[in-house]
């Protein structure tokens, strides 16, 4: 499944929560192992942990990322060290500095953090990534709750 810079922001948002189903049904996924869909969605997902025009401390980017990969329930197995490193490579993020100062940086040379964005707009990130993963930690449980059952 690939989201399409050219479709209507409904359809890729809902090609964009399927994908994040499927993630959703993991644990400890590493970024590495993704496709690159995949991983732009779930970087996406992250960068939006921050409020676009705003200047953010060290302190704070940290309280936000480790509050993003909380509400996920262990389903990505990075830290938030590196995972604000990897948004900084990946350009989502931009350091000022000497990294006392970040901010959300939404790139003009790639169109997947556009169409994320205008699939999402405010939401709220985490609260679509805890609900999303908790609905899937239901669904196995309950499968794993029938199969003793038998």
């Known amino acids: 499944m690939e989201l399409q ?7 890729c948002r809902e090609k964009a929560l399927k994908m994040l189903d499927q993630i959703s049904r993991k644990s400890a996924v590493s970024l590495a192992s993704l496709g690159e869909e995949e991983r732009w969605l779930m970087l ?3 960068a939006l942990s921050l409020s676009t025009g705003q200047e953010y401390s060290e302190k704070e980017v940290n309280e936000a990322l480790l509050a993003w990969l909380q509400a996920g329930e262990g ?7 590196e ?3 990897v ?6 993020w931009r350091r000022r500095d000497g ?3 970040y901010s959300l940086n939404c790139p ?6 556009a169409t994320i964005i205008a699939a ?3 939401d709220d990130g985490k609260a679509l990534i805890s609900q999303r993963r908790t609905s899937a930690l239901q669904a196995r449980a309950a499968r794993r709750a029938a199969r003793l059952a038998l």
């Open 108 to 113: 003009q040379t790639d169109d997947r953090f």
């Open 5 to 11: 810079t050219d479709q209507p922001s409904t359809e």
């Open 75 to 81: 389903m990505l197995r990075i830290d938030h060290v």
């Open 120 to 122: 999402f707009g405010e």
């Open 83 to 85: 995972l604000r490193r």
């Open 99 to 101: 990294g006392r100062a």
């Open 87 to 92: 948004l900084i490579d990946f350009g989502l």
């Open 44 to 46: 996406s997902l992250a």
